[in-house]
């Protein structure tokens, strides 16, 4: 063993020795005295309260400038759900009256044929009509249309506002490097640390749940904004100063033209992170089919909240394989001439289905709205299913669980909180020297200062036990599979088509089947986090081992060496930096599931915010979201410093 | 080309003492119109891509630039073309300084008289043949269809009428290369410049680009930079041929004269496989004076190779005419014999020894 291992061997059983000698240490050693916090919670409220009352731009207030971007949102916002959902109504309440109605279940799902066929062919334009038709005839319409108006709003905002930042960012590096650290920010800071300033200052309804889903899914389109421009072939750009375009005409007719097919991934990441925020987002008035699940959630629903998760499911699976049809077909330029009604045969048809469907509507009701009487509900079906389960799998399922429980959850639960504060400082701080020398222990040093001093350390511990544990589990699964799906074709689809669906899926909808089977508490926690911070675990060592140059594995073959010495001496050592990289994807996925978790009774750092939110508590929320991120950072730099020193070790530069 | 470098047309370009330093500091290098050696430069960590050259090109001319990889051809280009702003130095196109044009003179000068051609086309993915060549005229605010019929018209010129609503990926290297030439034609450059526009072509296609290429030459008389790594095709084209190594000018001459008089070793050795006969004009080995019987005669610009089969098979010498048509000397058979088998005192009339490294 090297030296540097029995070191921390060393270390490990002196924290084993300390945790045991808890009971007989002063309490200063295992929850930061009191002298030592801060009021941090105190002075963001204070601060945030000075910013919606008092601070001005000048001209005009910030709780004017905020109503001013509200009422900007609002205005299209309502007009989606007017087409969609409300239509045009007199009167309130009961005694509304519809004067023109939303547009017809019949003509969104030809809109959604249309655009199946527009995007590839007949196929996904008949995938679109099914997985639509489900929405209708299993009773989700209503919901599934609430959350599907949002997200027609919060896209464009979202690929507009990144196309511009990412734009800006590739013309000034200067802008470029300021940015570039709030990005790191903006994807560490878990979601729901969003949530809470963000109801602050825009108040509880679907106005501020888009503002939140526009800055959650923005990131990564100003990320692929840069990269596009940046990867457009050198000899375009000068191209395009050669023949002496100005400015503008070398960003509109060059770069973004050339750029268009991966600016349209960006797009598709931008459709799936909207609908996974606009889900965990009901919890701030979104609305749809989130708050069915979440509501579904508080009252143990079972029946109901499968119902709906089925049909986030369903929607995310739908706008997935369309956007990515529609990125692929980026690019591929139309030569159609004629009228316009010629050249767009499918737009009129829609049109023309709409106003059809609208008219006959009004005398034949379920033209317009799909009849309550044909809908088939699989609450009860759900309800059953899962009684029976646990009718009939009680024993095992419970005996799996203690199993694990007892072994492993609470015994790294209890070792973690039984650690005292300054001794777990110091390990943090050695890890950063360690790794990345002076400035990375400072940074480690400082962060695990901010933790100690919020008050928080209990619930940080629980959650990197809660983390720590789940990532574990995801590596331990993730990893083999991944090496699995690297050195067998038919393996490496269906494990790939596997992780694809997982990584569509918005991560409340792991949430139903653990509390179904498990109810609530740590264990379910574990399983839905574990399940949604799976795929990057498979998907990095995958990519690792198969980048390996071929000339090193045919180098180890012709030495001999057998398949699984080639595995082990050759591959995933040379893998390493990726398994890493992977990881530290897994460890974010998994703190930015964690505060979903809350929902299930975890009473760690997620918890926290989710209180804050119910109590409009934003210093409580912002403190406990910025812990969070501590957390996360420490992780991330320390394994990117990690995988660095490897890469560096095997000669590959970054 | 045949022609000598047409040393009375005026000049088109030129520049003195461009550099361009990659490192640190370049500016504190050359600070003061200071000349760092090469030790220099690598000393404090600089890459000297273009180092001081100074040279003119004429009207008319095709002039070649050759070197090693990582010579500094492209960077010279794209300094003359001001694509890479030099770190020092003038450039001067029409008289005109280039270094001290505002920007927006220089998008004017793109638009209406430089042209470039790049080694891998650089064509817009999303356009069609068509409107890729009439890309430069869009962007100089021509209407669509002034711009369409001057599109079509340079298609046709380089041979590719009836695929002008094709995408460039369903077009072979060939064509493709096609497609940047009329782009680059479309608008009529004065000075066209071409970075390597056929290495990443197969060599039959490669051949009959050239052709192609000094048909339109001959046809439309343009000032000409050319980059290339194969001497043949070097040859073939060039007027005059610039030859760089780290970042200089080593020699700048005519394809004979690098040949038969290399200022140094590197030049040498780059010319060392050619076929004389590809190089060596008649003027070079003819006898002064006029012989008493001739059985015709021929400008003393002619090559060797083109000749030799006419001078050969007649039994009497030819003479050798310069520009006015004036008989200033005559070539045997056996001269042109032993240029082609390479005998070594075929050369001393020329006072050179063959120049084998
Ligand atoms: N942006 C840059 N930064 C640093 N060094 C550069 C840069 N661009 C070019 N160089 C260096 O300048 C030198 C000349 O490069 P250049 O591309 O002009 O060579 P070249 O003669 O065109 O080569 P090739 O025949 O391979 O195209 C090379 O040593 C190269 O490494
Ligand atoms: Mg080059």
Redesign the interface.
Known sequence: MTRQGSVWLGLFLASLGLALLAPRLPAWALDPPDAILLDMSGWVSAGMDWLVNRATFGLFTVKEATRGIAAMIELPYDATRIALVDGITEGRGRRATTIVPPISWIAVITAMVALGIYARNIWLGLLMGVLFAYLAVFGQWESAMVTLASIIIAVPMGVVGGLALGTAAYLSPRFNRAMSPMLDLMQTVPTFAYLVPILFLFGFGPVAALIATVIYAMPPMVRITTMALNAVPAELKEFSLMVGCTGAQRLRKVLLPTALPDLMVGVNQVIMLSLNMVIIASMIGAGGLGFDVLNALRRLDIGKGVEAGVAITVMAVALDRLSQALAKRAGVPDLRNGSWVQRHPKTTLVVAVIVITGLVGLVMPWVQTYPKEAMISTRGFWADLVKNINVNYYDQLESFKNLLLLNVLLPTKRFLLALPWPWVMALVTLAGWQLGRGRLALLCLALTAFLATTGLWEQAMTTVYLCGISVVIAAIIGIPLGILAASNATAGKVIGGFIDTLQTLPSFVYLIPVVMLFRVGDFSAMIAVVLYALAPAVRYAAHGLRSIPSELIEAGTVCGCTRWQVLRRIRLPMALPDIMLGINQTIMLALSMLVITALVGTRDLGQQVYAALATADTGAGVVAGVSVAAIAIIADRLIAAGANRARARLGMTS | MQDRPAKLSPVKLSCRHVWKLYGPNPDRLLANGAAPSLDDIRRSNHVGAVRDVSLEVHEGEIFVIMGLSGSGKSTLV?CL?R?IEPSAGQILFNGQDLLKTSDKD???????R???V?????L?????VLQNVA??L???GIDQKTREVRAREVIGLVGLTGRE?Y?PRQLSGGQQQRVGIAR?LA?EPELW?LDEPFSALDPLIRREMQDEFLRIQQKLKKTIIFITHDFDEAIRLAGRIAIMKDGALVQVATPEELVMAPADDYVAAFTAHVPRAKVVTLGRIMTPGAAAHIAGSLPATTRVEDAADQIEASALPFGVTDDDGQVIGHVTGRAIIDVLIGRADAAANGGQSWGTP
């Open positions: 794209r073309s694509l220089m998008i004017e000068i793109r638009r209406h430089m042209g470039m790049f080694q891998h086309f650089a817009l993915p999303h356009l069609t890309f430069p869009e962007i100089q609503d995408f680059s608008v410049f």
